[in-house]
């Protein structure tokens, strides 16, 4: 895909200073997130210049919440006691106005699963962040599709663009599609208005490290809480998923195979200087 | 120990082959396992070409389960939920005849945990795979024995050949014993017949890095996912310990520790080719 | 901060003796801790030379936990089931006269969390280890003094001898404050004595790294049990922080940022040799 220099020019400065923000503010990240990813999140938050808290017991929210800068919901190692402090949280993150960022892993993968990440949706996430298969299973719901394969992505993430703008409309977050080319939405309904963007910052390995999606998305939440109002969580959403591409770009350069990629990808993310993301940038639309 | 040329030259062949169906068909391993080993459990599967999904919800199975090709159970950090979940995970995917293994860490550390592993024994895995302390602990169930200590083995393997395959003749099962020589061994009660052959790969400074038994035995289950028939179950057990072994021999020549070795083994398991593998094995038996 | 070229001289061979005491003796450590940290506690302790445990259920306790050599609780993800396994294992260490080290982790975070950790107080731990903010919250426990922010400190390690010291009297534990500058003390009523040591090893990237805290109270777990006397653990202590605080600056001296620090440092900590620890130690008080 041909990339337009000028939108680049465009992007750079407000992808830096959204990036500036998240390290000068180091937001606090409170995580009810999978097993498998807790490390990666974690490492990714703090590399990033947040500052992660995983917190998951109820008997804590209410002391705790009112502290953090945004909720970050993971649906992976699901389970029914963590899907109550998911809703508990998610709703008093909506109560105390603070960003809230759902990652729907899997979601086809069980009704169960599929059912809780509606009931998460009705919660309305200010973003949702799904690989392609996640996304057209949260838009078909209610059409009987069958299970999709595990947590990876069988589907391009360009084929989701239909699905990922109809549950933007649908659930007025704005919703973001990772993959070879990722793509950010939002509807009209909403005040981020009718946008569509792609990043093609990122490399293939990352689907070779587990919870590369759920470490993106996590720094999501603390682009979108760093950001000085609630109208730029759109812009901070794209320039999450452009930094920890870039990242994984520049570890990719150092990297022998995905353990090392994940080395570099964080070493990356916490050295990524202006000229570095001004030469890497890739945005459209 | 010596090794034969001739059996590598019969070997090479059929690890290599195992290998190579696992890259190509990509099976989905369906992991109930300790919370210590998920992120190691799930970059090695990706490394080789697999597709971990750790799902340990009762609620799913259903769903879920039927799309699986094989399952992959782990008790290390045990409690009478987890245990509940994998109990019904192994029903089901013996109900649905796809293969599942077991790896049953610290298997004589508490009554609780031997008396779990005996009763998922019962539920006839396909693979089992322990240190020499666990396949002695639970070949003498029912003799007692005192506790042996933590997950580290404190038996040799070679001291476990006969406990192997006292076990593989009361389980049916193929039954795995890693160590500084991995022995592999089934009983003549089943259709593997009786086999005994043992894999010198791999290298001692792998006990120095938590999980890594646990990922070979979540290596072992994808193996057997890959494999074309329930006949090759056998082969591809002894392939994954060689594989795994010989990518942390490749990892060594380049690690100055665990952490380096961790990352260079992951690394050379994505990487390793026909010759790498070819030039490194060593299976006798 | 100037230090003392004697004191280094008398630190040394103690630092040393009690790192050699660790890898002869091995010691099993049982771990109950937050699932962030497994991953890099387990690592810790065994490239350390020490043999982790990860049981938390409560139906192992009584044929496991007599076997151990000291219990390390850390409430780092806590919840009321594992509160109440971390009590009965604590109960049970102190039954058995082994000694136990508490991380309270966020102490400061909720009321659930905090009383969670005050009745943890009352089980008398060998050791408490944690930073600024959560030794001061648990020094302060009764006055009303607002949540602290997440699971980093936003004091510094110096603000907290006094918080320290009144801790060390009001629990009777030795208590570890780490920071820039780590604060080991212990009161008059108890064996050890009125002492206050400071550790100016290791580097401010630690930080930046998930967990470390968690590993090096595990840490502090190991050499206390190595110990050959109880009288020693305020000196195993001191050690197990200056020797990982070593690891981290020999680690830092190849880092590039945040992911390779940790793989170097846990590397650097399998490899110490002695005349490495006495170029680097630094202990003074």
């Known amino acids: 895909m041909e990339t337009n220099k000028e939108e680049q020019l465009e992007w750079g400065p407000t992808v830096w200073s959204h990036l500036t923000a998240l390290r000068d503010r180091s937001p606090l990240i409170q995580c009810i997130t999978n097993f498998v990813s807790m490390d990666l999140v974690a490492n990714t938050l703090l590399s990033a210049g947040a500052s992660p808290a995983m917190i998951h017991s109820l008997q804590e929210f209410s002391d705790f919440t009112p502290h953090i800068h945004a909720l970050y ?10 899907l109550s402090s998911m809703k508990a949280a998610a709703l008093l993150a909506n109560e105390l106005r603070k960003p809230w960022v759902l990652d ?10 599929l059912n809780a990440c509606l009931e998460l949706l ?15 299973a949260l838009s078909q719901a209610g059409i009987d599709m069958g299970p ?9 993430s360009m084929d989701a663009v239909e699905a990922a703008k109809f549950l933007a409309e649908k659930s007025g977050s704005i919703v973001a599609v990772s993959g070879a080319v ?13 946008r569509l963007v792609f990043v093609h910052n990122g490399v293939p390995m990352l689907q070779k490290i587990t919870a590369t999606g759920c470490a993106v998305t996590a720094l999501i939440a603390a682009f979108v809480a760093a950001a000085a109002d609630p109208l730029h969580a759109f812009d901070a959403t794209v320039s999450a998923l452009s930094v920890f591409g870039i990242a994984g770009e520049m570890g990719m350069e150092l990297a022998k195979g995905p353990a090392s ?25």
Chains 1, 2, 3 share one sequence.
């Not at 729907?104 to 699963?113: E, H, K, L, T, Y």
């Not at 990629?261 to 639309?285: E, F, K, V």
């Open 122 to 136: 009705l919660l309305k996430p200010t973003v949702i962040r799904g690989n392609a298969s996640e996304i057209i």
């Open 148 to 156: 999709t394969k595990g947590v990876d992505s069988s589907h391009e």
């Open 73 to 82: 919901v993971n649906v992976g190692t699901l389970s029914p006691d963590w």
């Open 261 to 285: 990629l994940r080395m570099h990808l964080i070493d990356s993310l916490y050295g990524l200087d202006q000229p570095a993301l001004l030469s890497h940038i890739n945005i459209t639309g």
């Open 104 to 113: 729907p892993v899997a979601a086809g993968s069980s009704q169960f699963r």
């Open 182 to 194: 990722d793509i950010i939405c939002s509807s009209k309904s909403i005040i981020h208005g009718d």
